[in-house]
């Protein structure tokens, strides 16, 4: 987990993506250069972005992101890079770079290979299934179901609301990164509350859930709380990320544990 906030940046978090395999993310957020500066990984080894749907904070860092390999860690243009997104999205991230950076990103944008489609593989075997969730509509709201045969599979939530097909896919896994973004008291059902990820945690009691997208300061950081610095009580298979979180597959199971290198 490169980041575990929302949009407003609680204390100790920079914005919610995951990383797979080391290159491979899932969104890119405006603060991803920082979180990939902060974990030593170079922008260029990045090979496959998947993007969940287009509010800022999943996907603002993206013309950054072009601009480091642009001027800095990919020069020549030669490493691949590789966007999975529904249709749509390319143009919506093409007006967003030509806002941000107009004729420094053209090069790097053209030789994007840009896959649409809903179900799909990468050649290192990992495969991936985008479904609907209940968000925002006029942001193409979707989650992944990821899998990559015995090395496991998993669900990424995207940015949702409590959702029946959502659901059935974190019923078909056995670790879900789930965004929940918003405190108990404000009035949304686009997103995911304490209460909802308390159902839906004892409802699949054999999922792991890895809480991301949080309202939730880091706790222990020592400022006034933005919202609150305390975590919900939930089912012992919920699990609150902090940035740098890692899952590893182990047989069968997942372990997951927070990385020494960001500790503090
Ligand atoms: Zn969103």
């Known amino acids: 987990m490169l980041g575990t906030g929302n949009?407003?940046?609680?204390?100790?978090?920079?914005?919610?993506?995951?990383?797979?395999?080391?290159?491979?993310?899932?969104?890119?957020?405006?603060?991803?250069?920082?979180?990939?500066?902060?974990?030593?990984?170079?922008?260029?080894?990045?090979?496959?972005?998947?993007?969940?749907?287009?509010?800022?904070?999943?996907?603002?860092?993206?013309?950054?992101?072009?601009?480091?390999?642009?001027?800095?860690?990919?020069?020549?243009?030669?490493?691949?890079?590789?966007?999975?997104?529904?249709?749509?999205?390319?143009?919506?991230?093409?007006?967003?770079?030509?806002?941000?950076?107009?004729?420094?990103?053209?090069?790097?944008?053209?030789?994007i290979q840009w896959r649409e489609e809903a179900d799909g593989e990468l050649d290192c075997g990992l495969t991936w299934h985008r479904f609907k969730v209940y968000h925002d509509e006029s942001v193409d709201p979707y989650g992944y179901h990821f899998n990559k045969g015995k090395e496991g599979g998993f669900v990424h939530s995207g940015d949702s609301g409590p959702c029946e097909l959502l659901y059935e896919e974190i019923a078909a896994t056995s670790m879900a990164i789930l965004e929940m973004g918003i405190p108990e008291w404000v009035a949304s059902d686009t997103h995911h509350k304490p209460s909802d990820v308390d159902a839906l945690a004892k409802t699949t009691p054999n999922v792991e859930f890895i809480i991301t997208h949080s309202f939730i300061d880091t706790p222990g950081s020592g400022w006034e709380p933005t919202v609150t610095d305390t975590y919900p009580i939930h089912p012992s298979n919920v699990h609150h990320a902090e940035d740098g979180l890692r899952m590893n597959r182990h047989g069968t199971s997942w372990r997951v544990k927070l990385k020494e290198s960001t500790k503090n």
């Open 7 to 111: 949009a407003f940046l609680p204390y100790g978090r920079y914005h919610s993506f995951a990383m797979i395999d080391g290159k491979h993310i899932i969104d890119c957020p405006p603060t991803a250069l920082a979180s990939f500066r902060r974990e030593g990984h170079s922008v260029s080894d990045i090979e496959t972005i998947f993007i969940t749907h287009v509010h800022g904070d999943h996907v603002f860092g993206f013309p950054f992101l072009l601009l480091e390999r642009t001027y800095i860690s990919d020069r020549a243009h030669e490493k691949p890079l590789t966007v999975v997104a529904s249709k749509g999205v390319k143009e919506r991230l093409k007006q967003l770079c030509d806002l941000a950076y107009p004729g420094s990103l053209e090069t790097i944008f053209e030789r």
